[in-house]
Every structure is written in C-alpha cells, then in structure tokens.
T-cell receptor, first 116, second 112 residues
Framework: DTGVSQDPRHKITKRGQNVTFRCDPISEHNRLYWYRQTLGQGPEFLTYFQNEAQLEKSRLLSDRFSAERPKGSFSTLEIQRTEQGDSAMYLC??????????????FGEGSWLTVV | GNSVTQMEGPVTLSEEAFLTINCTYTATGYPSLFWYVQYPGEGLQLLLKATKADDKGSNKGFEATYRKETTSFHLEKGSVQVSDSAVYFCARTPNTGNQFYFGTGTSLTVIP
C-alpha cells in the first residue's frame, strides 16, 4: 500500500504532556498538509510543506504546535503541553504538483488524540 | 471569500432511494472541486472531482457536475446502499495559497 500513512492511529495523553505524530506521504508527492478535525466538523488547515519548506501556517497553529519535514519526505507534528482542547483527529495529506494530478490531495487515516 | 457551504444533515434514506447533497462555493476564478467521503473512525477518501466548469466527476455511482453559473457542485446518486452510510465533505482549492477549504460535512445514514 503506497497511500499516506500516519502513526500512531490513537493516542491518549494526560494534560500537559507532549505528543508527536508522524506522517509518511505518498512517495512521489512533494506537498504535505496537516489538518485538524473535531467531531461534527470539516477538516481545518494547520500547515503546508512543499518539500522540506514550511510555506504556510494557520493561525490555529499556536506556539505549542510545531511541524517539521526535515528531508522533504516524512513529517512530524508535535504538540507541547497538551490541553483538553487539543483533543481531535489530526489528518495528514499529500499531493503532487503535477498538472495531471489536478491538485488532488490524498489523506491518511488520521491520528486520534484524546487529552485527559 | 473562499467558503464552501453544504447541506446540513443528518440525512437518512432508505436503501435504493435517490440522494442529493447540495454544495455551493464562493470563489474568484475557477477552483477545482471535490467530494470526499469519511467512514467512521477513518480519514477522508477522495470520492470524485472536477477541475473545470461543466465537468462531471463520477465514481461508485456518485456524480457531481461543476456548475459555474450557480457556483454549485451537488452530489447525487440514483440508488443508495447501506454501505454508502458515511459523512460526505465538499471541498475546493484556494484562490491563493495552499489550504483546501472544506464544508462542514453531511452525515448520511442508509437504512435497509
């Protein structure tokens, strides 16, 4: 399977702890996105990478959040000092900039975070 | 603006009924339009897309036509199945930048 892979799928953590999620995009995709989704809502954009460069960040991405894509392949999203309001599903997506792809983004299965 | 507005749910249909989920967008220019489907506990899967006006996207019996004159991309299926029960999201590409814009989702339940 060469789809977008996310790990872990589920994480329960105590308030104040740090958590890190990993995303492995589709191998030939140079664009990578992180989104957050809460129950009953659509995905909300967090950040975007083209290769290793983080080109866009949402205001939702507070200073407790940091994302990296050091070699332009996999990415990590770290949340420091977690709060209960951080409980959500964190979705990673990737896309290619080829014209044939038609700007389509492909999502992983998501990483569920529960902060207790 | 860059909004996507879709029909609120939840929608409950009997098996083999006709489905329409409305989606409209605001845009300057011509975004690409998408429908994604999300099954419980899973990520979003691309269902279909259209990249220019009058294009029709289709997949698994679902169809949506890119209507520039009404800025709409309504999702339709002639005969739904129980396995179609999921949440459906309409989405569009941005005018500038890289964040896709999603609607709030429409939950569909199909009962036997």
């Amino acid at each position: 399977d060469t789809g977008v892979s996310q790990d872990p799928r589920h994480k329960i953590t105590k308030r104040g702890q740090n958590v890190t999620f990993r995303c492995d995009p589709i191998s030939e995709h140079n664009r990578l996105y992180w989104y957050r989704q809460t129950l009953g809502q659509g995905p909300e954009f967090l950040t975007y990478f083209q290769n290793e460069a983080q080109l866009e960040k949402s205001r939702l991405l507070s200073d407790r959040f940091s994302a990296e894509r050091p070699k332009g392949s996999f990415s990590t999203l770290e949340i420091q000092r977690t709060e209960q309001g951080d409980s959500a599903m964190y979705l990673c997506a990737s896309s290619s900039n080829s014209i044939r792809s038609g700007n389509t983004i492909y999502f992983g299965e998501g990483s569920w975070l529960t902060v207790v | 603006g860059n909004s996507v507005t879709q029909m609120e749910g939840p929608v409950t249909l009997s098996e083999e009924a006709f489905l329409t989920i409305n989606c409209t967008y605001t845009a300057t220019g011509y975004p690409s339009l998408f429908w994604y489907v999300q099954y419980p506990g899973e990520g979003l899967q691309l269902l279909l897309k259209a990249t220019k006006a009058d294009d029709k996207g289709s997949n698994k019996g679902f169809e949506a036509t890119y209507r520039k004159e009404t800025t709409s991309f309504h999702l339709e299926k002639g005969s739904v199945q129980v396995s179609d029960s999921a949440v459906y999201f309409c989405a569009r590409t941005p005018n500038t930048g890289n964040q896709f814009y999603f609607g709030t989702g429409t939950s569909l339940t199909v009962i036997p």
